[in-house]
T-cell receptor, first 116, second 116 residues
Framework: AQKVTQAQTEISVVEKEDVTLDCVYE???????LFWYKQPPSGELVFLIR??????QNEISGRYSWNFQKSTSSFNFTITASQVVDSAVYFC?????????????FGKGTMLLVSP | AAGVIQSPRHLIKEKRETATLKCYPI?????VYWYQQGPGQDPQFLIS???????DKGSIPDRFSAQQFSDYHSELNMSSLELGDSALYFC???????????????FGSGTQLSVL
């Protein structure tokens, strides 16, 4: 069973639209970490955020915001007023206690295309 | 701030050849992780090292081997290359083997390996 599910394979929006990328995870651990990474066309993985399972506070960083809900095992990512430079593949990832927090399990990624 | 350095950035090899990828972790980081990302795929964990010893192993083929040296840099050696080995290979580093517990988990820019 997939541990991290990003059901949206590709999303296309027009600049200045808001967009939410969904992430649903599965784990038996009570302590775990969730991540979001951005992979632009140049290929590098850019760290965006890490969230501890005990911290359900939503976070906002500029145009980015994250909604962590343990009740639904979701860690969704919203970009407000999207820009062309936001075009990238976005990966949600999980690290669990039973792996010693040593590795990340990634979702399949969501490709976001922002057109002018 | 210094990041994870990977070399080379691009590598082109023929089938059945060997390849060596290098990773230089962030200074004072003692743990390195290798991930493989096939075209259109999510990154998959291969192997990790802590204090020059293998600490975790994922889906790494037997044709691949890796090690971590006394200066903490790591090398991924791939032999008898196959077309399916064409991928983006990422390295990440952390202060200890519980990588996800680090406030931020950074990846290198990756090495794009193309096997012809």
């Amino acid at each position: 069973a997939q541990k991290v599910t990003q059901a949206q394979t590709e999303i296309s929006v027009v600049e200045k639209e808001d967009v939410t990328l969904d992430c649903v995870y599965e784990t038996r651990d009570t302590t775990y970490y969730l991540f979001w990474y951005k992979q632009p066309p140049s290929g590098e993985l850019v760290f965006l955020i890490r969230r501890n399972s005990f911290d359900e506070q939503n976070e906002i960083s500029g145009r980015y915001s994250w909604n962590f809900q343990k009740s639904t095992s979701s860690f969704n990512f919203t970009i407000t007023a999207s820009q062309v430079v936001d075009s990238a593949v976005y990966f949600c990832a999980l690290s669990e206690a039973n792996s010693g927090y040593s590795t990340l399990t990634f979702g399949k990624g969501t490709m976001l295309l922002v057109s002018p | 701030a210094a990041g994870v350095i990977q070399s080379p950035r691009h590598l082109i090899k023929e089938k059945r050849e060997t390849a060596t990828l290098k990773c230089y972790p962030i200074p004072r980081h003692d743990t390195v992780y290798w991930y493989q990302q096939g075209p259109g795929q999510d990154p998959q964990f291969l192997i990790s090292f802590y204090e020059k010893m293998q600490s975790d192993k994922g889906s790494i083929p037997d044709r691949f081997s890796a090690q971590q040296f006394s200066d903490y840099h790591s090398e991924l050696n791939m032999s008898s290359l196959e077309l399916g080995d064409s991928a983006l290979y990422f390295c990440a580093s952390s202060l200890d083997p519980r990588g996800a517990t680090n406030e931020k988990l950074f990846f290198g820019s990756g090495t794009q390996l193309s096997v012809l």
